[in-house]
């Protein structure tokens, strides 16, 4: 794994160990759409490789299920670098259905 993608999984890893501190049910509501991170993966982009999709899932299902956890992944397989041309629809559809709108 490359040096780019050890120090982004470094950051994503900070993100979770800081977002579980203060976890408890009552503050769960309110983290669930700000303390969230919405990661979304253009799927002919090289750089997503296995080894790094591998490790995203592994910090997204630590501690709580996939879908309490603060990273929700989505993947636009049509996408390259620019998501928001490339797959505009799609796009619009993670962001309604991450609550991003």
């Known amino acids: 794994?490359?040096?780019?993608?050890r120090i982004f999984l470094g950051m994503i890893r900070d993100v979770g160990k800081i977002?579980?501190?203060d976890y408890?049910?009552?503050?769960?509501e309110k983290e669930k759409k700000n303390g969230?991170?919405?990661l979304v993966m253009a799927g002919k982009n090289p750089s997503w490789t296995e080894d790094l999709k591998k490790e995203?899932?592994?910090i997204q299902s630590d501690l709580v299920s996939k879908e309490e956890s603060f990273l929700q992944m989505y993947k636009l397989p049509e996408a390259g670098h620019w998501v928001?041309?490339?797959?505009l629809e799609g796009l619009i559809q993670v962001?309604?259905?991450?609550?991003l709108h």
Do not use: C, Y
């Open 1 to 5: 794994m490359n040096l780019e993608s």
């Open 19 to 21: 977002h579980h501190l």
């Open 24 to 28: 408890d049910k009552e503050s769960m």
């Open 36 to 38: 969230r991170i919405n």
């Open 56 to 58: 995203l899932e592994l």
């Open 84 to 87: 928001h041309v490339d797959d």
């Open 95 to 99: 962001i309604e259905k991450g609550g």
